[in-house]
Structures are given as C-alpha cells and as structure tokens.
C-alpha cells in the first residue's frame, strides 16, 4: 500500500510511499486526498473550483443497483478553477445500492460529494504515482481507490502542470490558456481496471 494513515491516543502519521524525490509537502497533501480534493484545490486556490463532465457512460439500468446487478460508470471531468484546468479525473465507478445510484446517476452528485452525501469516509488506497513531462508542463498523477458499501470509484487524476503548487493563484493568470494537454481521447495503457484501461 502506497499510502498508510495510522493514529493512535497522542499522534496521527500519514506515511505515503513510492513518490518522487522531489514532491512537495502540498503536493502530497492532494495526493493523499480522499474524496476531498475539489475542497481542497479551492482552499488552496481561494477561490470556487467547477466540475466540467467530458463524458460519463454508464452501463445499462434494467434493475436497481445491487450485489447482483451492479451498474458501472466511466466518466471523465476537468476540474476548473478561474477557466483553467487543474485537475484531469478519469474514473470507473462501481455503484451496488439504490441510495448511491439514486445521489450519483440521478441527482448527479460528483464521487466526493457523494461521499458526503452519504456521510460516509471511504476506504482510500493509493495505487501509483507518476510524473511526466508533457508539452513542456511537469504533470503530476495519482491512481486511487475510494469505496464504501454500495460504491466503489477507481481514479486517476493528472494536475497538468506542477507549477501550480508553487505559484498558486498567480498560475490561474498566466497566459490565460487552457492548460490541459492531454488528450479526452487517448486511454492511457499503463493501468488496468478489470482488464479495461482506465484513464
């Protein structure tokens, strides 16, 4: 396990493993995320971060969700703070029972607020950390896992450009240019979810 959270009466340790030499301590603070990450971009940024859906396909609803007739969403979301992406989240969603069916495919919650929703802190496992340069930009990305009874998201989530953390709400001005370059259309190959690509 990538990522291990232990407290006891007088302490709490976050332990998080396999990161880059050169990851900040803020940058581990939204790795660590677990399903509050929008909450935590916006503190962070002061300002109000917005969920853009690219797509969301879900598999068919015949039935109510359940252990036996579970029903899965891929979706992709660009999280946006003053215009400018700051977060790619690519997901397969699990969803096992009518109440988390109802809140994400009917009332369209996003995966943390559904969290909320629920009044419920999932389990979180940190799969993979990654780095890559692209189009010049250092991007920085994580492969997680939250769940909780009746539902299950596996993400990954890419920060385009790494130099977000250090300059924060003087990046949102800089060149005012869409700052994404990865593509909505390639899948990634180097995570696997079931024997489908997830990205």
């Known amino acids: 396990m990538l990522a291990v959270d232990s407290y006891n009466v007088a302490s709490t340790q976050v332990s998080l493993s396999c990161v880059p030499e ?14 509050d990450l929008q909450r935590l971009l916006s503190t962070f940024f002061a300002r109000p971060i917005f969920i853009e859906c690219i797509y969301a ?10 252990p036996e007739n579970p029903i899965t969403q891929s979706r992709q979301v660009h999280l946006k703070c003053a215009s400018r992406v700051v977060c790619v989240a ?3 969603v699990t969803i ?20 909320r929703q629920l009044r419920r802190n ?7 950390v990654e780095t ?8 920085l990305r994580r492969t997680y896992r939250l ?23 003087a990046w949102l001005t800089e060149g005012k240019v869409d700052s ?20």
């Open 132 to 139: 890559h340069a692209v189009g010049g930009k250092r991007e």
């Open 180 to 199: 994404c370059a990865i593509s909505t259309e390639s899948k990634p190959e180097w995570h696997t979810m079931n024997g489908t690509a997830v990205h």
């Open 96 to 115: 096992t029972s009518p109440e988390c069916e109802r809140l994400f495919l009917d009332e369209k919650f996003p995966i943390g607020q559904t969290f």
């Open 57 to 66: 396909n879900a598999s068919s609803r015949l039935k109510p969700a359940s």
């Open 22 to 35: 050169d990851t900040t301590g803020l940058e581990r603070i939204m790795l660590a995320a677990q399903g």
């Open 147 to 169: 769940e909780t009874e009746g539902f299950v998201a596996e993400i990954l989530e890419v920060f385009p450009d790494r130099d977000m953390f250090v300059k924060g709400e």
């Open 122 to 128: 999932p389990r979180f496992s940190l799969l993979n």
């Open 90 to 92: 690519t997901s397969t």
